[in-house]
């Protein structure tokens, strides 16, 4: 039996987690195998004898010990402890030749050119702390959401999916919520297509992230609503498209001012159900203008709808793709904004003819969308909870809406004129001419509120100032306290009043 | 009161679901309403009455109507009945509206010139039907996954997940996932990070497609190993870099030979583990001249593990990240080989530096991974639950591994040559000198089998003939049949005996 070595060359450290420590035993003891201080054969201190010596739980020694013998740099022979495994094969990493390593100078590798052209600008949103706050626009009523239900759910589809959906799943989606969202889109928005025609993505982003990849060639001229959404702005650019901001007024999009700007743009992405950010919808003169000029030129139209099921005033407006019968226009859909942000499930409709293209391209972007995540989201949906909660939603939206509208005529009277918003989840709220939204906005946040200005979303065509409010995440006396605070951001400021 | 409308222009339709026949009712009653058939104001017929004259069921007819009452179409008095909304503004998609959209001519809209050239050649893989099929060589033993366990942590976390995690979430990843993941890599693998420089990706296959975008420009060289992994060449290509294929030999990728090929190349893409599909390790000579390459050439190396902490025989081999001083190694991992393909969850390990881009990057592209799987998996490592089962897979995989041998030595001797891998999820199996590898695997797939032939993987080295058989992800029985089932489609065909 060979001698016990010790490990004087190790030092302890004093800090740190349980985790930690157990990690820094692990990988002392794995350098000393490595680099033949503990060589194959010896016999390692008992875990007891170690505990002591270095003042570690016992728990973190047998776990670093565990993690040796997974790995097989050790063996455990009974009654007679942990031995060094022998028989190793040359050690790839023993110290001698690691050291070149450490001489290194740093590496002079680079972005690509197009990533530094293309990331210029892109500021990443990190995640909140808490839900609700006044006036975050991007967020559903999460604290609405019925957890314990989606958690039901979760659990029986988890426990009783055939063990396929495990697997390697397809790229286009998960058949069966791609039939549950063909049926709702149809139902609910007018959309015509069979299930065949739907990509399911991480999100309306990727949607729109794929068809600048594939739709877009360095250069093409491509349509996009000033004021406008930025996040399709970022993705679409991002292949080297050239963007064209074309102005929209009361009627959504001006078609005619487009074609005098780019009469042969490659696509046009417009948001015709609730303009964003403007919030105004798209006439039906328009889009037949804008569907005539597309077939036209050659041209796609992305149509990106995020809360057209939440309409408040009038009756709902079916999809521009509903009047299409040219295979012109990819409608892009979300759950992130009926749902809950952090699902990550959206969706895309195809013409026919580019099903195939963008399931292949989807197939080696990533693969595929989570499988079971879908087969969750499928359940929630035919089940009929989904199409309940929207109704819910809307119900409660419409009336955040009332008493944000109400609070702010009462409490920013001359001040701030909200929009009554006759759909979504947003309203425009207009200062006085000649103010500066930024700085509003700039205030607001000051006092911890979470408000855009307008200007923020314009490229090229001034806009009068103007705040986004988002309402449908925020209850009640957080939309009360919202105004009120924002009534003090914008009173205390002579610039704004 | 008003008159009751009639339906005499509208058809039952005989056949179908109860989805669909709701469907129908609905939209057919909007059209009625939108094109004037019904007018504002106008009462419909009782649900009952209705539901008489189609023979639908009662629940049809009502799911119909409270769609339409949802979308503000109808209202309902009590005890009068439903009656069509009045007040309704200009109907945008009334059918003298759209009747233009019918005459539309078909879309000449084209996918990019770029998306014309990546897709060539890209085949979708559909989901299989079954699991643990002989000789599937992407999928772990799915069979014994702790489907139950895995519920259990998902429904807990599901439940008690503050309401913050159901919002907008880290671009980056979920904070305790990356948390996990370090600790894990650090001393499974040797890969040196903190938590801040890994980013949660979909997937393997999502961290390979932001490489390629946002580190290559058209016609930067690339060095791919030659046979080698084609989704890392179809990514990596997509951006219009120029792969440059290197031999691999017994010691991994050739580097001398990728000097003389190509000594400025952009990037290296390397398996050194186990490499796909030789299932060679590299040494660590190679691994030493390819860091000292990679900083002289300001060159890029992507690592991919995907099977690493597999390994039956002789010691594991840290990851090449480990010897990295010079911060040239972007390290890609992934969950779904570990737990299960559907999961959708990789990882990368980026230099310090890449940090802030990538990120930025991942923020438009899809915004984040799904927070909610994210921690679910991050309970799973933390609770051990991960640990103890890569463990037990590891001894199965060895097992299975054996029986795979032994089987083959029996019924394929003198056919089939398989070796005995010493690490990962499948290995290679060699056929006689002068046969076609590619022959061999149509006929085992004419039989019911799934296998490869190595050919298939080469870009330019041309390879002695082998199949590659995965053994991982089927059970004992399946591969025993798979082999007598092998060696009948082999001494069937008298050109691969």
Tied chains: 1, 2.
Excluded at 108 to 120: F, H
Excluded at 186 to 196: A, D, F, I, K, M
Aim: with cysteine; aromatic share 8%.
């Amino acid at each position: 039996m060979p001698k016990t070595e010790t490990f004087q060359d190790l030092s302890l450290v004093s800090s740190g987690s349980h985790g930690e420590l157990w990690r820094w035993l692990y990988t002392e003891l794995r350098a000393a195998i490595l680099d033949g201080r503990l060589r194959p054969g010896s016999r390692l201190p008992s875990t007891r004898s170690l505990a002591v010596q270095y003042q570690l739980s016992r728990g973190t020694v047998v776990a670093a010990f565990d993690q040796l013998q997974a790995e097989g740099y050790t063996h455990t022979e009974i009654g007679s402890g942990t031995f060094v495994a022998s028989g190793l094969p040359d050690p790839p990493l023993s110290s001698p030749r690691t050291k070149p390593a450490l001489t290194l100078p740093p590496s002079t590798a680079t972005l690509s050119k197009r990533a530094i052209e293309t990331l210029k600008g892109i500021t990443v949103m990190p995640a909140p702390h808490s839900v609700g706050k006044a006036f975050r626009a991007y967020e559903p009523a999460i604290d609405l959401f019925p957890v314990e239900l989606w958690a039901r759910v979760a659990a029986r589809v988890l426990r009783h999916a055939p063990r396929s959906l495990y697997g390697h799943g397809n790229a286009a989606g998960y058949p069966p919520l791609r039939r549950a969202i063909a049926e709702y889109i149809g139902t609910s928005r007018g959309v015509r297509c069979l299930p065949e025609q739907i990509i399911v993505t991480s999100g309306a982003q990727q949607a729109l992230d794929l068809i600048g990849r594939f739709l877009l060639d360095p250069g093409d001229p491509v349509w996009i609503e000033d004021p406008g959404y930025p996040g399709a702005w970022q993705t679409l650019r991002a292949t080297g498209a050239r963007m064209i901001p074309v102005p929209v007024d009361q009627d959504g999009l001006n078609v005619v001012a487009g074609m005098k700007l780019s009469p042969r743009a490659k696509l046009a992405y417009v948001t015709p159900a609730n303009q964003f950010p403007l919030s105004v919808t798209m006439s039906a003169d328009r889009r037949m203008e804008l569907l005539n000029w597309a077939v036209g030129a050659g041209a796609w139209i992305v149509e990106d709808e995020y809360d057209a099921e939440y309409r408040y005033h009038g009756r709902p407006v079916a999809a521009l793709q509903s009047l299409d019968r040219s295979g012109s226009v990819i409608y892009v859909g979300t759950f992130t904004k009926m749902l809950f942000n952090a699902l990550r499930l959206g969706f895309m409709v195809l013409p026919q003819r580019l099903v195939g293209a963008f399931e292949a391209a989807r197939s080696f972007v990533d693969r595929h969308p989570p499988t079971l995540d879908q087969a969750i989201l499928a359940e929630f949906i035919t089940e009929g909870h989904f199409g309940h909660h929207v109704r819910r939603m809307r119900q409660t939206y419409s009336e955040r809406m009332e008493i944000l509208k109400e609070s702010a005529d009462k409490d920013l009277d001359g001040l701030l004129d909200v929009t009554a918003a006759a759909a979504g989840m947003r309203t425009v709220a207009w200062l006085k001419a000649g103010t500066s939204d930024k700085v509003a906005a700039e205030r607001a946040s000051q006092l911890g509120l979470e408000v855009m200005a307008l200007s923020a979303f314009t490229f090229q065509q001034k806009q009068r100032p103007a705040l986004i409010l988002g309402f449908a995440g925020c209850n009640p006396d957080e939309l009360r306290r919202g105004v009120s605070v924002l009534a003090t951001a914008l009173r205390g400021s002579p610039a704004l009043r």
